[in-house]
């Protein structure tokens, strides 16, 4: 978000004052005064991101701001680089090439003098309300939320479909059978699935296990070395192996046992048909379970077993779980009894949904009107949104209910791949490269770092894949749903972009001004020492596997990306 943005510049604003005092002498004013204002802007931009009406009517301002605060960025940064040079470069090249940036600085200055005049208008009018330009990060700094101790895996109104399925794959047919739950996002098909999964039933029936998401993006090698890794030692040389190879040593390493493999989310029948030549109907009464958003999908995988469509939670079980995101295991008010029912039947019986709304009250409290504040958006969502697209607009609507400071860190989980599993310890790391937690006293960022992870978690936002023996995260993720919504947002608030062709960096003139890059591990080879990317901040490529790089690649890519702050 901006204030991370604008984090860097005033404290680089800083040291550009305390170190090139003589350099920029004529315009030290106007860069004192630049960093005044890009204070102020950044205390506007929170004010209209926590208050979307509003927001939502001042769109072109909020751009022509974003836009001044990142050239500003780019100024600040290039000439703290460039003065540190100049300080060591000889008499004749100081008077040959001189620091201009003083020149471009007071140019900023001038350039943001009509927004700020904008600004000032805007509040004069109370635009936003008493108590608009109060500092802090929400209403929640310096509180401990409260957490629920429930277990995310203890799920509710599943245990008929999943006995139901369990007695399938354990039936007695030797051949290999295919099996499908299908439904619409949010509906609990990867929940179910995992409850199946890791039943003692299912763990004593089959030797051989395996789970893989699959995803909008289907890829093949990568699933077939994620099935490998889950039946056998993955060495060097299957990672280098070709795909159809692969798929021979999976089928060979299954062929003399009974197994299941799940393949969780597939899209299309396409990668169905380019997966399903690794598994060997090997007359061992094995088993492949598959979870998709299409029933036609599931038609296709088995034409004569209909396909499992997922049905909707009934109003008991919606609020039982509703209760336990909510509550934790403390007991309901009883004057919010009725109000609570009343919000998860207009939940649908929608887990997701029920899951994200308890989030919501789990953080705003037990006061009886903001639970019917909370019934009333929830009314409005139900029944005035298209049914497809109404758990994208519960999940915009959990985000923007979010705290300023956690915007960020809750987007910058659509940098990651679908369904990343990734270390709390990395994540941590990541957010304070990036900027995104501010200094409160003694308290280290690592430690505020964990308790922003943590009110995520407690919103329903992110899920803990595992603990640590202390009790705190290790490894996180979040729902697909969930994925989908920060990845688009991320795309629409120029946060974040991701490289999916090898010829998009070449080929794309836009590129040259994105700020957050990811980039699939093939296409590292695409990148050279030009320097095209010259306003990159972060640049991480992720995968699964490891990446090996040349030492020429390495060097090359701080000198592609001159102002580089965070490299994984």
């Keep these: 978000m901006i204030d991370a943005t604008v984090t860097f510049i005033l404290e680089n604003l800083k040291e550009l004052i305390a170190s090139n005092s003589k350099q920029i002498s004529e315009v030290n004013d106007k860069v004192k005064s630049l960093s005044n204002d890009l204070d102020f802007f950044k205390g506007f931009i929170k004010d209209a991101t926590d208050n979307p009406i509003e927001y939502e009517n001042m769109k072109e301002l909020e751009k022509q701001i974003r836009d001044a605060v990142f050239k500003a960025e780019d100024i600040v940064d290039q000439y703290v680089i460039e003065a540190t040079q100049y300080k060591s470069s000889s008499v004749f090249k100081k008077i040959k090439h001189p620091l201009d940036h003083p020149t471009k600085l007071l140019n900023l200055a001038q350039e943001i003098e009509p927004m700020k005049a904008t600004v000032n208008m805007i509040y004069e009018r109370k635009m936003f309300g008493a108590g608009a330009r109060q500092d802090g990060e929400g209403s929640n700094t310096g509180k401990k939320p ?140 094995s088993r492949i379970l598959l979870t998709s958003r299409y029933t036609s999908l599931g038609r296709i995988a088995n034409r004569k077993l209909k396909p499992h469509d997922l049905r909707f939670l009934d109003v008991d079980e919606s609020w039982k779980l509703l209760q336990r995101k909510a509550l934790g295991l403390e007991e309901c008010p009883l004057e919010l009894i009725k109000l609570g029912k009343q919000i998860a039947a207009e939940c649908h019986g929608l887990p997701l949904a029920l899951v994200v709304i308890g989030g919501i009250l789990l953080e705003k409290g037990t006061e009886r009107s903001i639970w019917e504040d909370v019934s009333k958006n929830v009314k409005k969502y139900m029944d005035e949104m298209d049914p497809g697209k109404r758990i994208y607009n519960f999940i915009s609507w959990s985000f923007n209910h979010l705290p300023y400071h956690l915007k960020a860190c809750f987007m910058y989980f659509g940098m990651l791949p679908e369904d990343h599993r990734i270390s709390a310890k990395k994540l941590i790391r990541l957010w304070i490269a990036e900027g995104f937690l501010q200094q ?93 990317g010259s306003h990159v901040r972060s640049f991480l490529c992720l995968s699964n596997d490891e990446i090996t790089l040349t030492l020429a690649k390495i060097s090359s890519i701080p000198k592609t990306f001159k102002l580089l702050r965070v490299l994984d």
């Design 146 to 285: 409260k957490v629920p101790i429930v277990e995310e895996d203890h799920v509710v109104g599943f245990d008929d479909d999943a006995k139901y399925i369990i007695n399938l794959l354990t039936g007695e047919s030797e051949d290999l059978e295919i099996l499908s739950i299908v439904g619409m996002p949010g509906i609990g098909k990867t929940t179910l699935a995992k409850m199946i999964f890791c039943d003692p039933i299912i763990e004593f029936e089959f030797y051989r296990r395996a789970w893989v998401y699959c995803s909008q993006d289907c890829n093949r090698k990568e699933v077939f070395l994620a099935i490998l890794d889950q039946i056998t030692k993955v060495t060097d040389e299957m990672r280098n192996m070709s795909e159809e190879n692969l798929a021979q040593k999976i089928s060979g390493s299954l062929e003399k046992d009974k197994y299941l493999i799940v393949l969780d989310d597939v899209w299309k029948s396409y990668d169905w048909y380019n997966l399903r030549v690794a598994f060997p109907k090997n007359k061992k009464k």
């Design 440 to 532: 409160k006293g003694e308290i280290k960022l690592e430690n505020i770092a964990e308790d922003y992870l943590e009110d995520l978690v407690n919103r329903n936002l992110v899920m803990v894949e595992k603990w640590r023996s202390s009790g705190k995260i290790k490894t996180c993720y979040v729902h697909d749903v969930i994925h989908e919504f920060c990845k688009k947002k991320a795309i629409d608030e120029n946060f974040h972009h991701e490289i999916k062709r090898s010829d998009y960096l070449s080929s794309n003139g836009a590129f040259k001004m994105y700020r957050r890059l990811s980039i699939p591990p093939q296409y590292l080879n695409n990148i050279s020492r030009k320097q095209f």
